[in-house]
């Protein structure tokens, strides 16, 4: 984008809307505004709007492991015979690698994941007695998890707080000029205390949901964009 067509950025906290407007946000007004136009454009709950097809949190945790590097529409064409095979972390774990390698091979880097998944459940099945943890500490413990994917755990099956930090995030969260950090758990500690805690797992979905739809790595669709007046990044004048 030219940068004459970019809005500035007064500083780190405070935004102007428009370029011919004298009024600022406040960083906290900015994700307020983003909060409540995405809402009204992608409606629903944290479970509703998650697109890995899932029925507990053991489910939900293979199905992110293996979204790594992967859409979400091939994980949903794998997981089917996967959970029915694999339905608890103690079968999982006493999976034999080859056999698991075959049914994840289209979600890519297949012989990891199939590692992971199985420390993984490993791991559930003698740590935590068969059962997901509730705590992010607990979580990033587990072979394959890291933040993002504990967060999605946290925010989607648990109704915790959690802010997931994918690619998406972390490219709308910049141009909306929401945050000035780089990687994804400074993101994380930058953007969270400026949402109620239970509005940051859903706000990650929505913001995911738009940059998919909408805010394109490539080319924004900003002429559509129910942001291009209040994003420093649009190309809308």
């Not at 949901?209 to 805010?215: A, E, I, Q």
Request: charged share 25%.
């Amino acid at each position: 984008m030219e940068s004459n067509t970019r809005r500035s950025v007064k500083s780190r906290n405070r935004i102007s809307p428009n370029k011919d407007e004298e009024t600022n946000y406040s960083r906290e007004q900015l994700a307020r505004i983003i909060f409540n136009r995405l809402q009204k454009e992608y409606p629903g709950n944290a479970s509703s709007l998650c697109a890995l097809r899932h029925k507990n949190p053991f489910q939900l945790l293979v199905a992110t492991i293996l979204s790594a590097q992967c859409t979400d529409e091939r994980v949903n064409q794998v997981t089917p015979l996967l959970f029915a095979e694999y339905p608890t972390p103690e079968l999982l774990a006493q999976a034999d690698p080859s056999h698991l390698e075959e049914i994840i091979k289209s979600t890519g880097f297949y012989r990891a994941k199939a590692a992971n998944l199985i420390a993984m459940a490993e791991a559930i099945t003698n740590k935590f007695k068969g059962k997901v943890p509730k705590q992010m500490d607990d979580l990033v413990t587990l072979p394959g998890v890291g933040r993002k994917t504990a967060n999605v755990i946290l925010s989607v099956d648990y109704d915790l707080p959690g802010l997931p930090v994918d690619t998406h995030v972390q490219r709308l969260t910049t141009r909306l000029g929401l945050t000035t950090e780089t990687t994804p758990e400074k993101i994380e500690m930058d953007i969270s205390p400026l949402l109620k805690p239970k509005e940051l797992g859903v706000f990650s979905l929505r913001l995911i949901l738009h940059g998919r739809k909408v805010c394109k790595a490539r080319k924004p669709l900003c002429e559509i964009c129910s942001m291009a007046d209040i994003c420093p990044s649009s190309s809308v004048v």
